[in-house]
């Protein structure tokens, strides 16, 4: 039994959002010294070559990733870094700061392996952010960047939001990810709608003069052709690759008490409609636009299985939570074991075994 299936039962008698504040400072505490991130990297990393990942103009130590909303605020991409993750996203980040939705707005759905999160797109507003990059330093290991707009903000209001964020902290990005697919923000206008992606793109690359990569993500919720056709403004600018896929307000087939709260589901009841997603997404662009596949990601088998539909990366947060510190290693490792049955040198030459 690991210490962390001991502390995690005491841990789910806290409410979410107040486990979740309190494990990112005990992160916090393991990274501000030497020798804590030493002994972490010690007991937690797993290194093997077959694992790199080259993409975007930057190496993936491995393909195994934690998502956006784990560490909004860049403050534990260090101890992240030591748990064995191949690359972490922070954010969503916004203009300015902004509370969120009101709490409770985080739930857990234990018999399901999965969460429901309103946060609302909370955070400390990207000069925080930037200070603290400035002062702490990027992870050592790739570091993405998710952008998002002002909860207020109107539709040409929204559009400067994304370009102020870029402009601040796309400098410190190996790739950004505008974030236009969130089911828990304000619906003021549709945010999907072809010209409104194609007004952010322009300017986002307007303002790209470094080549920074620019992905976009999206929802696991919508039709097969709605995907189409935001994959297709994707090629028409050239952007670098989607996240496939945000959380879901779909319900079918829960057992937890929680099932009904509002907002964004994620975890193990996502894994086989992102996993589809990210296939599809493989099969109409033939495998030419990188994606990170998300959703459901907690062991070597399901992290297997998006990389065959497709995905280059993979990302996991809920998988995190229910899996402990030990999640990045147990994962990897496992994924090496599936490589070597399988008569393959790398990740990469796994990407799409599955598809036609």
Known sequence: MTLYSRVRPLAF????ETAHTLGKRTLRGVQSTWPTRTALSYAYQYEHPALE???????????????????????????????????????????????GNDRPRLFRLREDEAMINRMGFNGQGMERVKARLERDGTPGIPLG?????????????????????????????????????????????????????????????????????????????????????????????????????????????????????????????????????????????????????VGGVDSPESAYEKIRAGASLVQLYTGFVYGGPSTAKRINRGLVEFLERDGFASIEDAVGADLA
């Open 53 to 99: 990942v080259d993409l975007f103009d930057a190496t993936f130590p491995n393909p195994v990733g934690v998502a956006a909303g784990f560490d909004k605020n860049a403050e534990v991409t260090h101890a992240l870094a030591a748990l064995g993750f191949g690359f972490v996203e922070i954010g969503t980040v916004t203009p300015y700061p902004q509370p």
């Open 145 to 293: 960047v998710n952008v998002g707009k002002m909860n207020s903000s109107s539709e040409s209001e929204a559009i400067e939001d994304y370009r102020r964020v870029f402009d601040r902290l796309s400098p410190f990005a190996d790739y950004v990810v505008v974030n236009v697919s969130c089911p828990n923000t304000p619906e003021e206008f549709d945010e999907g709608a072809p010209e409104h992606l194609r007004a952010i793109f322009e300017t986002l690359e307007d303002e790209n003069d470094a080549n920074v990569p620019i992905l976009v993500k999206i929802g696991p919720d919508s039709p097969e052709e709605s995907i189409f056709d935001l994959v297709d403004i994707v090629q028409e600018f050239a952007l670098d690759g989607i996240v496939a896929t945000n959380t879901s307000t779909r319900r079918e087939g829960l057992e937890s008490p929680n099932r009904e709260e509002w907002g964004g589901l994620s975890g193990k009841p996502l894994e086989d409609r992102s996993t589809a997603v990210v296939r599809s997404i493989a099969e109409y662009t033939g495998g030419e636009l990188p994606i990170i596949g």
């Open 13 to 16: 008698e806290l409410p979410a």
